[in-house]
């Protein structure tokens, strides 16, 4: 498989400095969301990370204490030991502090952590929905929004290192001024060691993120193929083709590549890292054999000496640990940019007029002259299409696989804009309508529609969730679909958790769970119903039942209808057949019959095989 992988490596790798830098911008906005989070547990927090901060110092200031004191103790003729007892238990008392404060920054992190990480997850939520369904069947914007869901444990480390890097900062600052108080000369020594391994740490960060995002789609691949690879509703097809070695192959060279240009990476990272370490032992030691000719020649004593080299030895830990945490942040805020991007991403509905819908739908709907084509695609599915659809009547769209009847259907529902025509409702253009509020005036079942392992009730009360607790409404929405007959046949009703994925569950058949998911359409009062083949997987008794109820129902609600079934087509009032995006022909079926075209071809057709 020739992937682009190598070359689009080096092409992101251009990502600049100031890129990785920029994206700091976002931090402050950051911090602003997990104090709205939880204000006391970032103040718990901040406060212990004060604490934490001034520790080290004093802790090393109280060794240097004690030292001194042995000494002078060890000069005296007549020891008094009381002060040295009590700065030995006031060195006690701090490193007890020490570690509670070190135990609750922990704690406060993971808290708020977790409360960030439900706030975005909720965020992300709620964002998806208000987006377009043209843009989520768009793969370069469903990237975007991969890369916000699952960097939601990167977005918690940002915010611990975030804080911590406050927290080295103030100690280091307590221990440079410790250090300059006694040999300011040691702070060029610490500045030399620090360098090459800051430059080190930011340009392998930036490689990484160019790596991990110039690959995310392989890595959705690969999750796919992982999905594909290792779950229950693909199984039996596995199993019995033999596809296991297919998609293992398929995975293992998608994986080897990703794994061998990281490896690169991490091997190159690993080995400049050693040896700008060594780098910063060397400067450790260069410092440790200054203070001791100091100390020798009498100019410092050795408590100091303690001191010197223990805030040299931490300075030098907590300004390689503050820079490669820094490289951290300015990684993760990369990440933290896709975050509010896709959080940003405009949703504003591009000819909302806020026109009223009317109460009663009077006229019906129009479509003129309607051309599509799905957006990054050339191919024109929809050419010139014009019909009426009366209020209150039963319209039924026919056609062949792909000749874009559920396309129509997307387009009336607004989840696409036609390319060009117009398609109006009581003579206005639907687009000046409130988006969210013409959308509710549909009842749809999709072809598609999605099995929610959840239970039965919910699974129905999903039509209408206002009405979850209504159980007269649900259960008449399953008495009209039949689903009825389902819930009478499983042990726990309506109560019933559907689907394997959970403990408890209870499969369906397909013919089962579509009559659970028609039972959703009449959850609704809608104006309008849309059924895109919601019947396909019932037996022909099944189906005449759904049908005449269905009718029967609606009589007063415009409806649309699509099916390759014509038993039930040829109720509809009127009967569109659509041809390669075209309109071959429109009329009642005894209209269609007589006109000697493809519907009546296809009728004889499907009526011959049941002969
Ligand atoms: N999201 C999409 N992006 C690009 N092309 C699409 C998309 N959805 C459908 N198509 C294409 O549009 C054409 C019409 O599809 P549509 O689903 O409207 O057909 P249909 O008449 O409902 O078919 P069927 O009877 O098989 O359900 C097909 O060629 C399909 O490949």
């Not at 922990?106 to 929905?129: C, E, M, P």
């Not at 000369?185 to 995002?213: D, H, K, T």
């Not at 959705?220 to 039996?236: C, P, Q, V």
């Not at 569109?576 to 005894?590: I, K, P, Q």
């Amino acid at each position: 498989m020739a992937r682009h992988a190598p070359k689009s490596l080096k092409e992101k790798n251009k990502t600049s400095l100031k890129k990785s830098f920029s994206a700091l911008i976002y931090i402050p906005r950051f911090f602003k969301e997990i104090w709205n989070t939880n204000k006391k547990l970032f103040l718990g927090s901040a406060f212990c990370r004060l604490i934490g901060a001034v520790l080290p110092v004093i802790i090393l200031w109280i060794g240097k204490i004690i030292i001194d004191e042995i000494i002078l103790q060890t000069k005296l003729e007549v020891t008094d030991l009381t002060q040295l007892w009590t700065y030995v238990g006031i060195e006690f008392g701090l490193i007890v502090l020490s570690d509670l404060v070190s135990r609750a920054i922990q704690l406060t992190d993971s808290l708020l952590g977790d409360a960030y990480s439900i706030d975005t997850s909720v965020r992300i939520i709620k964002k998806t929905n208000q987006i377009d369904i043209s843009l989520l069947e768009d793969s370069e914007f469903y990237d975007k929004l991969e890369r916000a869901r699952t960097q939601t444990t990167s977005r918690v480390g940002l915010m611990s290192n975030a804080l911590g890097e406050v927290q080295s900062l103030i100690s280091i600052a307590t221990l440079v001024a410790g250090l300059i108080y006694f040999e300011p000369y040691l702070i060029i020594l610490l500045v030399l060691s620090i360098i090459p391994a800051f430059i080190n740490e930011i340009w392998f960060s930036q490689q990484q993120y160019s790596l991990a995002r110039g690959w995310t789609a392989e890595r959705r691949e690969l999750d796919y193929l992982r999905f594909i690879g290792a779950n229950d509703k693909t199984a039996k097809e596995i199993k019995l083709f033999g596809l296991t070695d297919f998609v293992v192959d398929r995975f293992k060279n998608l994986s080897q590549e990703y794994y061998d240009l990281n490896k690169k990476l991490a091997i190159k990272r690993s080995a400049l890292g050693f040896a700008f370490n060594v780098l910063g032992t060397l400067s450790y030691y260069g410092a440790y054999v200054f203070i001791i000719y100091r100390v020798i020649s009498g100019v410092i004593t050795l408590g100091e000496l303690t001191f010197l080299s223990g805030a040299f030895n931490r300075l030098t830990r907590n300004l390689q640990d503050f820079f490669s945490k820094f490289t951290r942040i300015s990684e993760s805020a990369l990440y933290l940019k896709d975050y509010f991007e896709f959080i940003d991403i405009s949703i504003q509905p591009k000819h909302n007029e806020d026109i009223p819908l009317p109460e009663k739908i009077k006229e019906g709907f129009e479509f003129i002259n309607v051309k599509f084509s799905y957006p990054e695609s050339d191919n024109e599915i929809l050419k010139g299409i014009s019909f009426k659809i009366k209020a209150g009547e039963k319209l039924a769209f026919v056609g062949q696989n792909g000749a874009g009847k559920t396309t129509l259907t997307k387009l009336l529902l607004r989840f696409y804009e036609p390319t060009s025509g117009e398609i109006l409702l009581d003579g206005i253009n639907i687009n000046r309508f409130d988006k969210a509020q013409y959308q509710a005036f549909f009842g749809v079942i999709f072809q598609d529609f999605f099995k929610y392992e959840f239970t039965v009730r919910e699974n129905i009360a999903i039509g209408d969730i206002s009405q979850i607790d209504n159980q007269e409404k649900i259960e008449n929405a399953a008495d009209l679909s039949l689903a009825n007959q389902v819930v009478s046949e499983l042990k726990k009703g309506y109560d019933q958790q559907l689907g394997k994925r959970f403990a408890k569950g209870q499969e369906l058949s397909g013919g089962q769970w579509q009559k659970v998911a028609l039972a959703r359409a009449y959850m609704k009062d809608a104006k309008v119903m849309i059924l895109d083949e919601p019947t396909s997987a019932l037996d022909a008794k099944a189906e005449s039942d759904v049908f005449e109820r269905f009718i029967g129902l609606t009589e007063d609600k415009t409806s649309i209808i699509i099916s390759h079934r014509f038993s039930t087509v040829r109720q509809a009032n009127k009967i569109l057949v659509l041809d390669e995006g075209r309109v071959l022909e429109m009329g009642t079926h005894e209209d269609l019959m007589a006109n000697k075209s493809l519907y009546a071809d296809l009728f004889k057709l499907q009526a011959e095989g049941y002969q």
